[in-house]
């Protein structure tokens, strides 16, 4: 047996009864928030730029955005709101050839000492081979919750959507649609969530040859200079915390109501397909980190 395979085998009915559950919610209020913005948003209006402004360029009257990193800057971008439960989704086509050594992230982060972050982070490759995603959560500012996978396709041919959809009771991470990561509320066993803090989106290319590309042992070619990623059809059906969180917790209450069982059913199926057969790194399974596996790990 497999070592995601083990990791699987050790699941109780009641953890996928409880995910279920959490599902049928995150399915329904995920269409409907408080104040939502809807339709793709222009890049010019809706981001400010970060970094060096030399390396990020603005393209198709705003539908689109490139992000370059060379041997002087990287680049990024943040948007003006902040958003608290909902769908945040981004287009994103990746790198192309040896991007060996680059991370382009795309994430929700809110502002305090004590954050909160949704991360995807796309760890470049040496030529021919494939993409590392790894996605961590932090929650009250604590991170190390890291979980890498394979993509089953190249992401540097065409855009693809990358999603979080965020309730009060369940983070899921998605890739063109399958989810590929859950992250419960533990709250009532002591685990901070992430239901208390606004966050804005992100994004950003950079050096993170110390240890993005085989743990660091291979660096930046800068050869290949600039490394190009490119961002497009931004959507947030979510709610906007425009300084106050009430009236989106009101509407994150109001609109937890049950959905399609068997869509949520199928929900839990593709989280498991990915486990199975893309996943190489879980900070759950990671004995030498974590011999006391962290509080929300009691699933695995």
Not at 152 to 162: L, V
Not at 172 to 194: C, K, M, S, W
Not at 200 to 215: E, H, L, P, R
Not at 275 to 295: G, Q
Request: proline share 4%.
């Amino acid at each position: 047996m497999s070592r995601p395979q083990e990791i699987l085998s050790q699941r109780t009915n009641s953890v996928v009864v409880q995910l279920l559950f959490y599902l049928l919610l995150l399915i329904f209020s995920a269409q409907s928030n408080s104040s939502p913005t809807t339709g793709t948003a222009n890049f010019a209006e809706e981001f400010l730029v970060t970094g060096s402004a030399s390396n990020v360029h603005i393209l198709d009257g705003g539908q689109r955005l490139q992000l370059s990193l060379d041997q002087l800057f990287g680049s990024g971008f943040a948007s003006k709101n902040k958003y608290l439960f909902g769908n945040i989704n981004m287009k994103i086509k990746l790198v192309p050839g040896d991007s060996a050594g680059t991370v382009t992230a795309y994430y929700l982060s809110s502002e305090a000492s004590n954050h909160d972050e949704f991360d995807f982070e796309f760890l470049g490759n040496l030529s021919g081979q494939p993409y590392v995603l790894q996605t961590n959560v932090y929650a009250n500012g604590v991170g190390g919750r890291e979980q890498r996978i394979y993509l089953w396709f190249d992401p540097t041919t065409d855009f693809h959507t990358y999603t979080v959809s965020w309730t009060k009771q369940l983070v899921l991470f998605q890739v063109d649609g399958t989810p590929i990561r859950a992250f419960e509320n533990n709250e009532a066993q002591g685990v901070p969530y992430t239901d208390k803090q606004p966050m804005g989106v992100y994004g950003s290319i950079w050096n993170g040859d110390s240890w993005a590309t085989q743990g660091g042992r291979i660096k930046i070619n800068w050869d290949h200079a600039p490394f190009i990623a490119s961002f497009s059809n931004f959507e947030a059906n979510a709610c906007v915390a425009d300084g106050s969180i009430s009236a989106c917790n009101a509407a994150a209450n109001s609109d937890a109501k049950p959905s399609s069982t068997s869509l949520a059913a199928n929900v839990v199926e593709k989280l498991h397909w990915v486990e199975e057969n893309y996943m190489i790194y879980n900070y759950c399974t990671d004995m030498a980190r974590y011999p006391k596996p962290p509080v929300e790990c009691s699933n695995y």
